[in-house]
C-alpha cells in the first residue's frame, strides 16, 4: 500500500453529519463544534471562512473547502456579518441573536433563515464527527483550511451529494457518507499532489521515490540505509544526504513513522495482536514494538486497540 492509499484508508464516515444550509444574507455562523474535519461547498453563492485568529478565506460557488479542528471558526456571506448561531459540539444551535430570521428546518436536511429562492445562498456541510473515522497521519499533515476550487473537484461529485442530502429514502445515511468520503477524498488527493508534506511529494524523485515505496510496500523488512542505497543506485552518502533533503528527516526516522502509523491501523484489525502486527511492520520482539508505539503514539498497542471503534 503506498502512502497516499494508507492515509485515505482512515477516511470512513459513518453517520456522518450532512445538511444543507439555506441562507439570506445577512448571514453568519459560529462554528465551535470542535469535529476534526468539516466540508464546506458552496453550491449557491459564495462564503467567507475565517478560522480563529486567520485572514478570512472567500470560497466561491464550486469550490469545497476542507476545515481542520478543533480550532473554531466563523463561516458567513461577509467578514464583517456578526453571527446570529454558534454551533456547539454535537451540532447543537445556540442562537446568539433575536433581532434577525430565527435558522429553522426549511426541507429534508435542509436548515437556514429562508427557502431556496433568489438571493439566497445554499452551502452544502459534512461534518465527520469523530477522528476514528480520519486517520490520525493525514490529520497531522493537513493545515487548518484547505480550498480546492471548482477545477480540482468533479462538480459532478459536489452536485450529486447536495442532490442525495435533500433525500430521505431507505439507505440514506449510508449513500451520504460514501459520497461524502468521495468529495473529501477528492479534496486531498489534490491538495498532497500540490501542496502536501515534503515526504509526499518526494514520490516523484526516482531515486527518493523508489526508497519510498520500498518502505512503504514492505514495510516488515529490516531495511537499511545502506540497503536502500543498493537498491537505489546510490552511494550511503549520497543517497541518505538526498533522502533527507527531500523528504525532511532521515530515511529510519521516515521508516519508524511509518511502521507505526500502520501499525495503529492494523491493530483494529479483527484479530489483530500485538505479536502479530509487531511482525508485519518489522520490529523483532512485541516488547519492542510496544516501546516505539507508546513513544509515538502516547498509549500502548493494547490501549490503543481497546480504545478504537
Known sequence: MDA??????????????????SLRPPWALRI?????????????GDAWIAID???????????VAVVRGPDHYCVADDPASPPQVRIDPGQVCVPLRSDVPAMTEVGVRTWGNAPAGPGVTQ?????????????????ANLPALVVATRDQVPAALVDHLADQAARDEPGQDVVLD??????????????FAEQGP?????????????????????????WTVAGLAERTGLSRAAFARRFAELVGEPP????????????????REPG?????????????????????????????PRDHRELSP
Open 53 to 63: 485568529g486567520t485572514e478570512p478565506v472567500l470560497v466561491r460557488q464550486g469550490d
Open 252 to 267: 529510519m526516522a521516515f521508516l519508524t513513522s511509518w511502521r507505526l502509523a500502520l501499525a495503529a491501523d492494523l491493530l
Open 178 to 191: 460514501r459520497l461524502l468520503d468521495l468529495v473529501l477524498v477528492a479534496v486531498l488527493r489534490w491538495w
Open 4 to 21: 497516499m492509499s494508507h492515509l485515505l484508508r482512515g477516511v470512513g464516515a459513518q453517520g456522518a453529519f450532512v445538511l444543507r444550509c
Open 123 to 139: 452551502l452544502l456541510v459534512g461534518v465527520y464527527e469523530s477522528r476514528s473515522t480520519i486517520g490520525g497521519r493525514l490529520l
Open 198 to 222: 515534503t515526504w509526499y511529494r518526494a514520490h516523484a524523485d526516482p531515486v527518493v521515490g523508489h526508497a519510498l515505496r520500498l518502505m512503504e510496500a514492505q514495510p516488515g523488512e529490516a
Open 32 to 44: 465551535a463544534d470542535e469535529s476534526p474535519v468539516s466540508v464546506v461547498a458552496p453550491v449557491r
Open 272 to 300: 489483530a495482536t500485538v505479536g502479530s502486527v509487531a511482525r508485519r511492520v518489522g520490529y523483532s520482539t512485541p516488547y519492542a514494538f510496544s516501546t516505539a508505539f507508546k513513544r509515538a503514539h502516547e498509549l500502548s
